[in-house]
């Protein structure tokens, strides 16, 4: 049995919470340079590939510099910090609501994504923790998506996560959930939601198929607004499939509002818009500590604006 070769720490600190680039160049190929390899590998113009070169911003192992001319090696790992394109602060704070020597708890505001993925990098949650805190080994337990608000679960020593990551694939962890929609005095409540979920890669919307269920919801009234025709609903699942609780309650025939992609999928906003978020919101977290076994509830102290206010996050 052949032992995985062992990859070596970063030579490059992160950059406002971002790692750099690691490549691990492929066992065999037809490049005589490094240079060639990543020109390739990165589809990019030779021209800035060998400017990095030139500017000392490509490094190995030891930290230092990789020659222009460097051959190809086999296996060798390399390291830079991409150049990334200006992205718009999401204007929202975001509390810490615990932390201890194990995990942080953040409470994330809508239009802020969890962790750096396609044009969304410095302004994730996890970028910005691990910068503002001065903890470069931060890392996600478990993701909420971009538009959704509320807790996150964060671990502080890297050695640790997995166990933290286990108690979410485990389902040992409560989660509750608060979401503003339509009310429908015909719609039975409380009632458990099950179906199957399918989520396609580069397609925007899940959707449910015939089949084993895969997700499975309960779905409660807290409070009616008649007045605006809204419903505040307690959500608890006991899953977590891709959009399970938008699609369930689209199901349901109230869809949550504020939802780019439920009932329908709408046009991208610019991304400065930062009006009417959908009413979406990981209320509660619960769980028993598996380093400290200390029992854990934690609670947002968000509230959704179209609860506390429906004229104003419609713009009425």
């Known amino acids: 049995m052949t032992r995985s070769r062992r990859v070596p720490p970063a030579p490059l600190p992160q950059r406002e919470g971002v790692d750099p680039v690691r490549v691990r160049l492929p066992g065999e190929g037809t490049w005589e340079t490094v240079r060639e390899h990543l020109t390739q590998r990165l589809s990019a113009d030779p021209a800035v ?12 192992a030891d930290g230092r510099p990789v020659p222009s001319d460097a051959p190809y090696v086999p296996g060798m790992y390399v390291w830079f910090h991409r150049d990334l394109p200006p992205e718009v602060p999401v204007p929202f704070p975001l509390p810490i609501v615990y932390r201890d020597d194990h995990i942080v708890v953040a409470d994330k505001p809508h239009f802020l994504a969890t962790v750096p993925r396609g044009s969304h990098v410095t302004q994730t949650a996890l970028a910005l923790l ?3 805190l001065g903890l470069p080994s931060l890392g996600a337990a478990h993701r909420l998506d971009r538009l959704t608000a509320g807790l996150v679960l964060f671990t502080v020593r890297p050695g640790e996560r997995g166990a933290y990551q286990s108690l979410f694939a485990d389902r040992r962890v409560r989660k509750e959930y608060e979401a503003v929609a339509p009310y429908d005095p015909g719609l039975a409540l ?3 939601v099950r ?3 399918v989520k396609e890669r580069g397609v925007l919307a899940a959707y449910e198929t015939d089949g084993e269920p895969n997700a499975v919801t309960r779905v409660e009234l807290a409070e009616r607004r008649p007045a605006f025709g809204l419903g505040r609903y307690r959500l608890t699942p006991t899953t977590g499939q891709t959009h399970q609780l ?3 309650m ?3 025939g109230v869809p949550l509002l504020g939802d780019p992609l439920y009932p329908v999928v709408t046009g991208p906003v610019p991304p400065d818009d930062f009006r009417r978020p959908l009413q979406l919101l990981a209320r509660a977290l619960e769980f ?9 509830r ?16 419609a713009g009425q």
């Open 195 to 197: 179906s199957r979920i």
């Open 246 to 248: 938008r699609v369930h």
């Open 250 to 252: 689209n199901a349901l």
């Open 130 to 132: 691990r910068h503002g």
């Open 190 to 192: 409380p009632r458990t």
């Open 49 to 60: 590939i060998t400017g990095m070169f030139d500017d000392g911003r490509i490094v190995g």
């Open 288 to 296: 028993t500590d598996p380093i400290t076994g200390t029992e854990h």
């Open 298 to 313: 934690f609670t947002s102290v968000r509230a959704l604006g179209a609860w506390s206010s429906y004229p104003q996050w």
